[in-house]
């Protein structure tokens, strides 16, 4: 038993919990990270469903005008290419609503996978309830962000526990510089198959040993029989018990400088695992900072694109209806269809991007990420 070793072994166990800990952390830093990853996948869902749902808007209008354009020329008031540039728009609308099917599969089979369901297994996403998305970026300040980062997000959790465990490491090394006292105790017997002992012993008469010399008697004495048996386990057992005890004290004079050697390995660990955590910390710093900054910025996109797209559709159904009196050609109807539905695709892109980058923040700040 070690009654003294510089402490090492209490360093030791000190050490172990800090790497336990540190293991937990670990895991809530996958978990988190694979929080962010669903949520990237879920918004996906959302933004190709609602793109999903524009296209075939699209398409519907573009069938009516092809229908339009097509009545228009049997009457003889439009030319074939009138027709062509119909059908051309609504060739176009197909493939736009194929490309934003497949593409809400594709974002549906990544939700699935990450969330480990069976393939075959099918759901449907509901959207969230956006209720406010006028200043959401002015709620969220850098510095703010940061510290409230630091105390809650695992990955510096994790680097600063990884610090702690270097930092015992060498307070380990440096216990075997101390002397080493530890007692000792043993207790011990034996056994042997061979060793047997006097069960019991007869006389049996007598026996000449010699005779006298000037009389020249016999010399006799009693003659016995004796009987002799293995002597059992557990006597031997008990007769051979025997117990110790001692203390012994080691004390190191040189032993090739070996600790030394150690020690100066644990501080160089402990040097790196302070680069690592200083590193993090920077990272988070820059991460944060670039996350504000986007948010702020796809505030300014969404309101942009919103007014972009009222704007568009405004100019859409102005065209549409001079199309229909005939004062519009299908050129200029097309072009204005088109940029009516370019900026409806902007803006719901800019509003899903809104929400995430919302979203993104509170994952730094540790908070649950829901809707």
């Known amino acids: 038993v070690d009654l003294f070793q510089g402490f090492q072994k209490m360093n030791q166990i000190k050490q172990n919990r800090i790497l336990l800990d540190a293991d937990k952390t670990n895991v809530e830093k996958i978990k988190n990270d694979l929080i962010l990853q669903v949520v990237t996948a879920y918004m996906q869902i959302l933004f190709n469903r609602d793109l999903l749902k524009a296209s075939k808007q699209q398409l519907e209008v573009a069938k009516q005008t092809l229908n339009r354009e097509q009545s228009l020329l049997d009457a003889g008031t ?10 051309s728009q609504v060739a176009t609308s197909e493939l736009d609503v194929t490309n934003a099917q497949n593409n809400l599969s594709i974002s549906y089979l990544t939700l699935n996978q990450l969330m480990e369901m069976p393939p075959q297994y099918s759901f449907e996403v509901q959207a969230p309830m956006v209720t406010e998305t006028a200043n959401i970026g002015d709620n969220y ?8 980062a630091l105390n809650t997000f695992p990955d510096v959790k994790l680097a600063a526990l990884r610090t702690a465990a270097a930092e015992k490491e060498i307070a380990i090394a440096k216990g075997a510089y101390s002397p080493r006292l530890s007692l000792n105790g043993g207790l011990g017997s034996n056994y042997s198959s061979g060793r047997q002992e006097l069960v019991s012993t007869t006389p049996n008469g ?12 016999s010399v006799v004495v009693p003659n016995f029989t004796t009987i002799f048996a293995n002597q059992k386990f557990v006597e031997q057992i008990q007769e051979n018990f025997n117990q110790s005890i001692g203390i012994n004290l080691s004390i190191p004079i040189f032993n090739g400088y070996a600790v030394r050697s150690n020690v100066r390995r644990a501080k160089l660990q402990y040097q790196n695992t302070q680069v690592q955590e200083q590193l993090t910390k920077n990272n988070l710093n820059r991460v944060i900072s670039q996350a504000v900054v986007d948010l702020k910025a796809a505030q300014g996109r969404y309101q942009s694109t919103t007014n972009v797209f009222n704007a568009q559709k405004d100019a859409f159904y102005a065209v549409e209806q001079r199309y229909e009196q005939g004062l519009v050609n299908s050129l200029d109807f097309s072009t204005s269809q088109t940029n009516r539905n370019k900026a409806e695709i902007d803006m719901i892109q800019a509003k899903y991007d809104l929400i995430f980058r919302a979203k993104v923040i509170d994952y730094y700040l540790g908070k649950q990420i829901t809707f």
């Open 78 to 87: 439009k030319t074939i290419a009138d027709v062509s540039q119909a059908k």
């Open 141 to 148: 300040d850098i510095a703010q962000v940061y510290n409230n």
């Open 206 to 217: 007598t026996r000449e040993i010699g005779r006298t010399a000037t009389t020249n008697e």
